[in-house]
């Protein structure tokens, strides 16, 4: 009898692992509450990138005098906007959907809780479902995380949600966090001629990375007027008729017409039944091994739900992971994941995108580095193109060469940063990238020249 896999969550985690199961022979369920594809097409990822886009090109028409053109004014339609991001999300589910069906996944759509280690429960329109299985993932993701000092009401205090976009532009937004997500939304707001404020707790934003790569980002926000608040956290937001305050507790306090909370999130998995099926947790997130299994060894969670790294392509892999390790192909050749070569970017103008080793992380473990930098302004495609901020930073191992990581601050940094990403999982030396042929003039020779 083929392994009945029961998947709850159908984001990208829970979609990768139910195509790969079922193309490897497993009996597949997946139970999808909301919309298949999850919150990374409903709510994050895609909404998020394809605002960025329209602010893109807003920026783009900015420049353009630069560019030789003159009188390009781009204006912002929000009902045309919010039709094409519908659109865009409307596709994405479909072909997720159509992939499932095409691989022989039975799709139930409801909410499903565990009742029991090899019992799954889905709530439908229609009744409940009882489901049986040899196996479970539990993908069921997380969501923004809501401080007890604010109240949102999606109308003038915003979580990200309620941004795409929000029912009016706001003249004044001030944003609450400046990790990933808040510095994305202070540059799409920024590119749509919104005033921006952002609170920053720490003296750095992205606190996270790498100190030169935050301070290109800086540069930028406040050669575009973004105003920074420093060393400030966020303690209380008041609405005041058409304004929003927001009080730090330093004392200040930052006026606006909106505000939005950019703080993290926090797990779906209250009401999982968890402990029905003895699985632990920790905050919420479900703890796991490298094969993505719960302390319950058949029941396994991926995701934001497993608490390693929140991005919609750990959640992925890990899902091709978990399909691997359910139908025993962890046996043969397998390569664990190895969350610390995971590839990130962020979608702020410059583009922030980084791999592997950074340079504060060698220094703190004492590990010798030798670290090549290229700026973009020496890049014929850059100046070509009218934009030459940023640069191309790898790090690599004196001895052997082998690339550890990097980092790419500029235009495309999103889609350059692979060829590092791919050299760092495959160990590949700086001489393999200096030897390739690659196109002129193209932004990725900033990659070779920084890997001389
Ligand atoms: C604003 C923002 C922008 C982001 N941008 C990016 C980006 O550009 N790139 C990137 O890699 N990552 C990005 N992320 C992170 C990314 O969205 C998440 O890491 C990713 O969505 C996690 O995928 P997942 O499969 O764990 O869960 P999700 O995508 O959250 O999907 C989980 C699904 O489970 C369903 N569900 C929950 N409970 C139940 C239940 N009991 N029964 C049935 N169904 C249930 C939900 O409805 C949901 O559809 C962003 C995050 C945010 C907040």
Redesign the pocket.
């Known amino acids: 009898m083929a392994v009945r896999f029961v998947i709850?969550?159908?984001?990208?985690?829970?979609?990768?692992a139910a195509t790969y199961a079922a193309r490897l022979g497993a009996d597949v369920t997946l139970?999808?509450?909301?919309?298949?594809?999850?919150?990374?097409?409903?709510?994050?990822?895609?909404?998020?990138?394809a605002m960025i886009a329209t602010g893109a090109v807003m920026s783009l028409t900015r420049r353009s005098e630069g560019m030789g053109l003159t009188e390009l004014e781009a204006k912002l339609d929000f009902e045309a906007l919010r039709e094409r991001i519908a659109a865009i999300e409307q596709g994405l589910c479909r072909n997720v959907t159509d992939l499932l069906v095409s691989q022989g996944v039975r799709v139930i759509r409801?909410?499903?809780?565990l009742k029991g280690p090899h019992e799954v429960a889905?709530?439908t329109d229609d009744g409940v479902i009882g489901l049986e299985a040899d196996a479970v993932l539990l993908?069921?993701?997380?969501?923004?995380r809501v401080p007890d000092w604010a109240d949102p009401d999606g109308e003038r205090i915003l979580v990200?949600?309620d941004a795409y976009p929000p029912k009016e532009l706001p003249s004044h937004l001030v944003v609450i966090g400046s990790g990933?997500?808040g510095v994305?939304?202070v540059h799409m707001f920024r590119s749509f001629g919104s005033q921006v404020t952002l609170i920053v707790s720490r003296q750095q934003v992205l606190p996270q990375k790498d100190a030169e790569v935050a301070a290109a980002l800086e540069d930028d926000f406040l050669r575009r007027d973004v105003r920074l608040f420093k060393g400030a956290r966020a303690v209380g937001i008041d609405r005041e008729g058409d304004e929003v305050v927001v009080r730090c507790d330093d004392g200040r306090s930052a006026r606006g017409s909106h505000a939005l909370l950019?703080i993290g999130?926090i797990p779906?998995s209250e009401?999982?039944g968890l402990d029905a099926a003895g699985v632990e947790a920790h905050d919420g997130y479900v703890q796991i091994n490298q094969h993505c299994q719960s302390n319950v060894a058949h029941i396994y969670a991926?995701?934001?739900?497993?608490g390693k790294?929140?991005?919609?392509?750990?959640?992925?892999m890990?899902?091709r992971k978990v399909a691997e390790h359910v139908m025993g192909l962890h046996t043969r050749e397998h390569r664990h994941l190895d969350y610390e070569k995971a590839a990130?970017?962020i979608?702020t103008e410059p583009e922030i995108a980084d791999v592997g080793l950074a340079e504060a992380e060698a220094f703190a473990i004492g590990r010798k580095i030798r670290v090549t930098k290229v700026p973009f302004a020496s890049n014929a495609r850059a100046l070509i193109d009218g934009d030459p901020r940023g640069f191309v930073k790898i790090l690599s191992d004196p001895a052997t060469g082998v690339v550890l990581g990097g980092s790419i601050v500029g235009r495309g940094a999103a889609e350059l940063i692979s060829v590092l990403a791919v050299a760092v999982t495959a160990n590949l030396k700086v001489n393999d990238i200096v030897e390739s042929l690659l196109v002129h003039p193209a932004l990725a020779e900033a990659l070779a020249d920084a890997a001389e």
Not at 302 to 306: K, N, T
């Open positions: 709850i969550g159908g984001g990208p985690a829970g979609t990768q139970v999808e509450r909301d919309v298949i594809g999850g919150s990374a097409n409903l709510w994050d990822c895609i909404p998020s990138k409801g909410t499903a809780r889905a709530e993908s069921t993701g997380s969501r923004p990200t949600r990933v997500t994305e939304f950019a999130s779906n009401s999982l991926a995701g934001d739900l497993s790294l929140p991005l919609a392509s750990v959640a992925s890990q899902g990130s970017a979608f």
